[in-house]
């Protein structure tokens, strides 16, 4: 018997969360569960919406809630689920408090299991009103699926969920048969007139991602250009920062790109400087690609990358060493195709979108008595 879970998503634009979300829902094994995506009629979904239709899952528009008509954002969500009377609702969260209005209309609507993905855990207001819209979301949630074992620690002890409403599920990413191939052409427009070394960080241009160490880090390697891929707030004081570090002629701002695999493919290296993290895509799809990784060593990242085997582990805002892991990669060719391979093989082996599918899926039996 096919059942139906509905996907829900918040936000107005296409992050990791969103991604990690598209993934599950192509995994899904379709003779047990239909998905059905349900997101807000915003033009940042659109990249979501998309990818939901190319995958044949039909995806259902609702108005933003509005913090001056929350009863009517609500309503309709509610009017959703007991039209589609979904047998689980499964929310995707950014932050602990991101769709709390969908988990609120499913429960009204007295959906049988509420289950939700905590995909990153972010300090947040915890005045009297949060703490209580957090225990209340808390409380109409069967089942909390944390990406890492980071993230059930902090919902655990920051936030004291239960025990027995956590688990972790890690994210996973279709992983391809075999790595892609470097387009030639691309690869000389990366480094046209720069140093024939290419490290690559795509990643959005916020605090969290640590790109004021990495171009810091740049500084010290004077034999590699830095490619940049993503967009936010802070691209163009990162720009300045570059330019005032003196590496500016050497760093390759691109902004937003839709072909990361394309240019993983072209890189010799990839460098996640995150601050914090719950488990990031960007990893897995660098390790799949068979790119070595230097990364931060923070909680949930260093549990896809195993220092020395899989990829470098550095400390967080500490330019002078990310920079020596750098150098020492493009020196020791050796050891960069070795960490590449190890990666490669462990993403396959426990990260893909079929494992993340399998353990989400057998969520939804516990949870609806199924299993």
């Known amino acids: 018997m096919t059942r139906r879970v509905v996907h829900y998503v918040d936000s107005g634009v296409f ?7 598209l993934h599950l829902m192509a995994a899904l094994d379709r003779g047990r569960w239909e998905p059905l995506l349900l997101h807000h009629a915003e033009v940042g979904t659109a990249r979501l919406v ?8 039909r995806t259902i528009a609702v108005p933003p809630v509005e913090p001056g008509n929350v009863r009517a954002g609500v309503r309709r969500m509610r009017e959703v689920f007991r039209a589609e009377r979904p047998a689980v609702v499964h929310a995707h969260l950014s932050w602990p408090l991101a769709c709390r209005y969908g988990v609120l209309a499913a429960w009204l609507a007295r959906v049988p299991a509420i289950v939700a ?25 069967r089942r909390i699926i944390a990406v890492s074992h980071e993230v059930k620690a902090r919902y655990a002890g920051d936030l004291r969920v239960p025990e027995h409403k956590l688990t972790v599920v890690p994210n996973g990413i279709p992983v391809p048969r075999v790595p892609g191939r470097a ?15 290419v490290v690559l960080t795509p990643a959005r241009f916020h605090e969290q991602k640590g790109h004021a160490y990495l171009l810091e880090a740049a500084v010290q390697v004077p034999d590699a250009t830095f490619v940049l891929a993503g967009e936010g707030s802070l691209r163009a004081e990162m720009e300045r920062r570059a330019r005032e570090l003196g590496v500016a002629g050497r760093c390759v701002f691109l902004g937003q790109r839709s072909d990361v695999p394309a240019l993983l493919a072209a890189a010799d290296l990839f460098v996640l400087p995150s601050l914090f993290e719950g488990l990031p895509l960007s990893v897995l799809e660098a390790m799949a690609a068979a790119r070595p990784v230097i990364a931060t060593a923070i909680g949930g990242t260093d549990e896809v990358v195993t220092d020395g085997v899989t990829g470098l582990l550095v400390p967080p805002r500490d330019p002078a060493a990310l920079g020596s892991a750098i150098r020492r990669l493009r020196a020791d060719s050796k050891l960069a195709r070795r960490l590449a391979a190890a990666g490669r093989d462990r993403v396959e082996r426990e990260f893909s979108s079929d494992v993340t599918a399998r353990g989400a899926m057998r969520v939804y039996d516990e949870v609806t008595g199924a299993a």
């Open 117 to 141: 993905t905590a995909q990153l855990y972010v300090d947040f207001w915890q005045e009297r009103h949060g703490r209580l819209q957090q225990r209340l979301m808390t409380a109409a949630l």
């Open 15 to 21: 992050g990791g969360s969103e991604e990690a979300a």
């Open 50 to 57: 998309d990818g939901a239709a190319q995958l044949g899952i």
């Open 183 to 197: 387009d030639p052409a691309l690869r000389a427009r990366l480094v046209e007139g720069r140093p024939d070394y």
